[in-house]
């Protein structure tokens, strides 16, 4: 089965520097890299995805990365603010199978202002 | 985006007690829904697949006889947490999909005492 794997655990930025994470994945049939925000005690948050014929995608500050050969992807956050400090996860599945996302195990990001 | 509601939020309950939880799709049909579970500062683990109008799909370790899932309809499925036991006080979140992507419920907050 999938296994995803998310770098760093705990992330610190100063207000305004960039924060990326990364993770991997290992099963090759995955074509769905969703990324997710939570906030304590609240349910997980669509930030961004990407399919896997596509690189790159940008929305605003956010953007996701794919290496499909090297089955990599990666979120960059730009001019970081406070309010984006939270839970991110990252997640892997194979669409044909509906979506049974797998979850990297998290990473707390810190935004110092 | 799509609104995925849950209900309770919160429980309390004792030991040997069942507790039904509701995962509900308002304004969409979803054929599956997913039903997961988050212990504090850890990831969303994928505990089973609800199928409508058939049997769930559980993931290995997830004792089914325990976790009761019933998807009765396409906006509703139930997971039915059976003689519950304080090691089963968790965070348990539904996700249903649409147009590809994953949306969260709410969570509901497990407690057993």
């Known amino acids: 089965g999938e296994n995803v794997e998310q770098h760093p655990s705990t992330l610190s930025v100063q207000e305004g520097d960039s924060a990326v994470i990364k993770c991997t994945y290992s099963d090759s049939a995955s074509n769905y890299f969703p990324w997710y925000k939570q906030e304590l005690g609240k349910r997980p948050q669509l930030i961004i995805d990407?399919?896997?014929?596509?690189g790159e995608k940008k929305d605003q500050r956010i953007a996701v990365t794919l290496n499909k050969t090297a089955k990599h992807f990666s979120l960059h956050i730009t001019e970081t603010q406070p309010e984006d400090s939270a839970v991110y996860f990252c997640?892997?599945?194979?669409?044909?199978?509906?979506?049974?996302?797998?979850f990297g195990a998290g990473t707390i990001l810190r935004v110092k202002s | 985006g799509a609104v995925v509601s849950q209900h309770p939020s919160r429980v309390i309950c004792k030991s040997g007690t069942s507790v039904k939880i509701e995962c509900r799709s308002l304004?969409?049909?979803?054929?599956?829904m997913f039903w997961y579970r988050q212990f504090p500062k850890q990831s969303l683990m994928l505990m089973a697949t609800?199928?409508?109008?058939?049997?769930?799909?559980?993931e290995q370790g997830v004792e089914k006889d325990k976790f009761l899932i019933n998807h009765a309809s396409l906006t509703l499925s139930t997971l039915t947490v059976t003689s519950a036991h304080p090691e089963d006080s968790s965070f348990y979140i539904c996700?249903?999909?649409?147009?590809?992507?994953?949306?969260f419920g709410p969570g509901t907050r497990l407690t057993v005492l």
């Open positions: 304004d969409f049909q979803a054929t599956t």
């Open positions: 990407i399919r896997s014929n596509v």
């Open positions: 609800s199928n409508e109008g058939s049997k769930a799909t559980y």
């Open positions: 997640a892997a599945c194979e669409v044909e199978y509906g979506n049974k996302l797998v």
């Open positions: 996700s249903a999909i649409l147009a590809g992507g994953a949306y």
